[in-house]
């Protein structure tokens, strides 16, 4: 196996002479084997060695039995050893953030630090967790950026067990004698990540015992398209950057899979994260229509004029409220937010919407009192029948990542001291469309300016 990690390892140029290399020893037999195999291959590369153990302050008793595993082995092999102390729980609990999601976040953040500005950091990933990730992307609904899986060279970040599997690893432990820990949350079908490995792959393996190998030729086979399309994005994205914003006529001029990189690069340079297929409707969306969205983040984009921007909201806007009476005459109905455009809906209409629309469609034989068009107010709640759970919207803006200068730009239309609608959560679950609706209320907020036709 040594052989076959040297040769990935060129075959991705993921190593040159001199580099110094940081490894993320956890403990576990796929981390040991990468230690062991770079400690055993340092000569050949032409490389220096460090590990390092983040210790997340989780697992109490088994956590620290961990660190002074980690630390003993790199003794016996002389390699040297640091550990770093984080407090996953406390920080979570902060950000709002799962465990899982918030101990990665720290421990490459800890891995960045000890690897400075020039050092590699050496993770160890095999064509399994591939294999998982493309799984779990699979039923997120990805495109063909998540059936790349786990990149061999990201930035200074480099997997070199990612040609091999996990019965390889194990076999070269055994061979090697080398021990290792085992933590037991990787036995716990709570992770999602776990039931994959746990309960979907063996399935797969008893259709073909070489599925890991197919899911590995697979990535293998997308990487170079899904490169060029980024790369032909971007020169595109440059080239319809105009300032502060882009020219929509020009982006919606392109392919439809350039469109969603380019708005993508475009999020991104303006400190966006998390960017879904949902998020990117939305924005084409706004840019055939006109009319302002809120991405994650509580980021405001904004098309008008031929142009899609992202305005400053970070100027908290002041509480506001106004009536608003059915049946509505008007189509276009200015608030201090923006402008609120209100279609009127039949049965027929409803069963062509798309669910993003639907989810703001509001059947007006349920509602039983006059509305108020609103800026939140402490308190409000709203039911959501996607999540199947009601909470305050503070609650839910915390979900969103929304920060709080941001939250009271967003409209509220309310009937008495009940939540029918808000912006970016949609219809509360009572007053949503159903098989008996004969009309409904379909609400959009647009930009100042853009009560279009």
């Not at 037991?184 to 399935?203: D, Q």
């Not at 994260?273 to 969205?293: F, M, P, V």
């Not at 609650?395 to 239309?413: D, G, S, T």
């Not at 409904?440 to 647009?446: G, M, S």
Request: a neutral charge; aromatic letters at 6%.
């Amino acid at each position: 196996m040594r052989d076959a990690v040297l040769a990935y390892i060129r075959q991705h140029n993921m190593l040159s002479p001199g580099d110094r290399v940081i490894v993320g020893l956890s403990g576990g037999a796929d981390s040991v084997c990468l230690c062991h195999v770079l400690w055993s291959l340092r000569e050949s590369l032409s490389v220096s060695l460090c590990a390092v153990h983040v210790h997340h302050g989780i697992r109490g008793a088994e956590a620290d039995r961990d660190e002074q595993f980690c630390k003993g082995f790199c003794e016996e092999f002389q390699i040297p050893f640091e550990c770093v102390y984080v407090d996953v729980p406390t920080e979570s609990l902060k950000t709002g953030e799962g465990l899982e999601a918030c101990g990665r976040r720290l421990r490459y953040a800890v891995l960045q630090k000890a690897a400075g500005e020039r050092g590699k950091i050496a993770t160890a990933h095999t064509a399994n967790d591939n294999a998982e990730t493309v799984l779990l992307h699979l039923t997120r609904g990805t495109g063909l950026q998540g059936l790349c899986g786990i990149l061999p060279v990201r930035e200074n970040i480099i997997r070199p067990l990612l040609g091999v599997t996990r019965k390889d690893v194990e076999a070269y432990c055994e061979a090697e004698g080398l021990s290792f820990v085992t933590d037991s949350t990787n036995l716990s079908t709570e992770y999602a990540r776990n039931r994959v490995r746990l309960e979907v792959l063996p399935v797969l393996e008893t259709l073909n015992p070489s599925v890991i190998d197919g899911f590995s030729r697979m990535t293998e086979s997308v990487r170079p398209d899904a490169g060029f399309l980024s790369a032909y994005a971007l020169e595109k994205y440059h080239e319809l950057k105009t300032g502060d914003a882009l020219c929509v006529s020009r982006l919606l001029s392109l392919p439809e899979s350039i469109q969603a990189r380019v708005l993508k690069q475009f999020f991104d340079e303006h400190g966006g994260k998390d960017l879904s297929a949902l998020h990117i409707e939305q924005l084409l969306y706004i840019c055939r229509n006109g009319g302002q969205t809120i991405l994650p983040g509580g980021i405001v984009a904004r098309c008008r004029a031929d142009r899609l921007e992202f305005p400053d909201s970070t100027q908290k806007a002041a509480p506001w409220e106004m009536p608003i009476n059915l049946p509505q005459k008007e189509k276009f109905v200015k608030t201090p937010a923006g402008v609120l455009e209100i279609q009127k809906l039949q049965q027929k209409d409803l069963q062509n919407l798309h669910k993003e629309l639907l989810a703001n469609a509001v059947d007006c034989a349920k509602i039983k009192a006059n509305l108020v068009l609103r800026s939140r107010r402490p308190g409000d709640r709203l039911e959501s029948r996607s999540r199947g759970v009601g909470k305050t919207l503070k609650k839910w803006y915390n979900e969103l990542h929304i920060p709080p200068e941001a939250r009271e730009r967003l409209v509220v239309l309310a009937c008495q001291d009940e939540v029918v609608w808000s912006q970016v959560l949609g219809t509360a679950a009572p007053f949503l469309p159903d098989a008996k609706t004969e009309s409904a209320l379909l609400l959009t907020v647009r930009s100042e300016g853009e009560e279009h036709e």
